[in-house]
């Protein structure tokens, strides 16, 4: 998953929301493990978006919440639990869904969805509706899974 193409995106898109430099070929593991490892956690189910995630690294208490556990163990979904992770982890690290698809937006990056439209800037005020989930999640995956979408 954490082909070059990917790696640059989590590399700025963290960067541009921290403002510190971040090696995601370094510290995407550190950082799971240190929520795994921590007060919080990784769990599986009781989600109804896909996944969620809370707390904060530093502060010892980051938690992701991932929607079930058939996902790793049915091979066809392996990669989307996989992506949810990913996904979430990046909440942790570096804001929430709208400050992601700002960063997004900020960058440059054309947000392109199956098969191959345009995704729109999000106009979801409250994300109700998960648009910016959906934006930002939609540029990691034109990045970071094989078939782009």
Same mark, same amino acid.
């Given at each position: ?41 990784? $769990?599986?189910?009781?989600? !109804? &978006?896909? *996944?969620? =995630?809370?707390? #904060? ?6 938690? /992701? ?6 996902? $790793?163990?049915?091979?066809? !979904? &392996?990669? *989307?639990? =996989?992506?949810? #992770? ?6 942790? /690290? ?56």
């Amino acid at each position: 998953m954490l082909n070059d193409k990917c790696a640059k995106f989590i590399n700025q898109i963290v960067s541009g929301r921290t403002g510190n430099p971040y090696d995601s070929r370094k510290q995407l593991i550190t950082d799971l493990n240190s929520v795994a490892g921590g007060n919080g956690g990784v $769990f599986f189910g009781g989600n !109804r &978006a896909g *996944g969620d =995630a809370r707390g #904060t690294i530093a502060g010892g208490n980051a938690e /992701i919440r991932i929607d079930t556990m058939r996902q $790793f163990t049915d091979p066809k !979904r &392996a990669f *989307g639990a =996989a992506f949810v #992770t990913l996904h979430e982890l990046i909440h942790i /690290i570096a804001g929430n869904d709208q400050q992601l698809s700002e960063q997004v937006k900020k960058l440059g990056i054309t947000v392109i969805a199956y098969p191959g439209k345009t995704v729109p800037y999000p106009t979801d005020a409250d994300n109700k509706n998960l648009q910016y989930s959906g934006y930002w999640g939609q540029a990691l995956k034109n990045a970071c899974d094989p078939k782009g979408y």
